[in-house]
């Protein structure tokens, strides 16, 4: 169990562990190296706990199999595959995702391709509902795949959000949104970016721990 140190002009020691399971440290520029083990030593059991718990959720979901019938999320409803002729690759028409049946080999990327798509429309409307509530506005927004994270915020404004966003209900969506438009003006998760979240959402931590334990079976 060996953290990654990242050295910082913050204050603190910050410990986190992200969603690949890796361990990273956060610690000021001149934080003697005496200190960080200290810290290491005292968090153990912290950091074995925590390790413990994404072990039990880290059952990966069945892969889709792109038949007739087979339930596809979006905003946090499924919606049942159709398999058709299309004049479209894919489609959600009347509750129901429409495939064209000549596609079907490649069903994960035309739903991803899909996926992002919208999420980018839908994502971006957010992000304007709640552009008045900050003094620094976004430079952009893009939508891709991150991998292990959700959101992330660029230096230089930028706010990146996994694709996979969208499948979540909206008022997760809105979260992610928010947490990241907070990184904005608050870079790390201090007790100040978490009161500015809870400023704009009240019920975070309830929005946050579904996140945490639905997060991973958001997929297709």
């Known amino acids: 169990m060996d953290p990654e140190v990242i050295r910082s002009s913050r204050r603190t020691l910050g410990l986190t562990i992200e969603r690949d399971g890796s361990i990273v440290l956060r ?16 968090k153990k059991p912290w950091i074995y ?11 990966e979901p069945p892969r889709k199999e792109y038949v007739s019938g087979e339930g596809f999320p979006y905003l946090g409803r ?41 999420a980018r429309e839908v994502i971006e409307r957010r992000v304007d509902r709640y552009w008045d509530r900050f003094s620094r506005k976004p430079s952009g927004v893009r939508v891709l795949d991150l991998k292990y994270r959700w ?44 009161d500015l979240v809870g400023s704009i959402i009240p019920d975070y931590e309830q929005r946050k721990g579904w996140l945490k334990v639905n997060g991973r079976h958001l997929d297709i």
């Open 151 to 194: 959101g992330s915020c660029s230096a230089d404004g930028v706010l990146n959000f996994h694709w996979k966003s969208i499948l979540a209900p909206m008022t997760i969506v809105d979260y992610i949104v928010v947490h990241e438009m907070v990184h904005l003006i608050e870079p790390n998760h201090t007790p100040k970016f978490w």
């Open 78 to 118: 499924t919606h049942a595959l159709h398999i058709v002729d299309g004049k479209v690759p894919l489609r959600l028409y009347r509750g129901y995702f429409e495939l064209d049946w000549r596609l079907v080999d490649r069903g994960r990327d035309v739903f991803i391709l899909w996926y992002r798509q919208h």
């Open 49 to 59: 706990r925590k390790l413990a718990e994404r072990r039990l959720h880290e059952q």
């Open 27 to 42: 610690v000021p520029e001149d934080c003697p190296q005496s200190v960080i083990d200290s810290f290491i030593e005292q």
